[in-house]
């Protein structure tokens, strides 16, 4: 974790902006959301589960 965040310090995150186009980055949150929604879905409901058993 601890190099994960130095190299996100030491990235020249303007040449990687000029990089990136905005179709990519809109394409990657998008894919990324899509991945998280099961994992979130399964949270939320054993979270109201937990909170049904307990009352």
Same mark, same amino acid.
Request: proline residues 2%; negative net charge.
């Given at each position: 974790?601890?190099?994960? $965040?130095? +190299?996100?310090?030491? /990235?020249?995150?303007?040449?990687?902006?000029?990089?990136? @186009?905005?179709?990519?980055?809109?394409?990657?949150? $998008?894919? +990324?959301?899509?991945? /998280?929604?099961?994992?979130?879905?399964?949270?939320?409901? @054993?979270?109201?589960?937990?909170?049904?058993?307990?009352?």
């Amino acid at each position: 974790m601890i190099f994960f $965040i130095a +190299l996100l310090f030491s /990235l020249d995150w303007q040449k990687i902006n000029q990089a990136l @186009s905005k179709k990519a980055v809109v394409l990657s949150i $998008i894919t +990324l959301v899509l991945l /998280l929604i099961p994992f979130l879905h399964e949270e939320i409901i @054993s979270y109201f589960q937990t909170i049904s058993e307990l009352s």
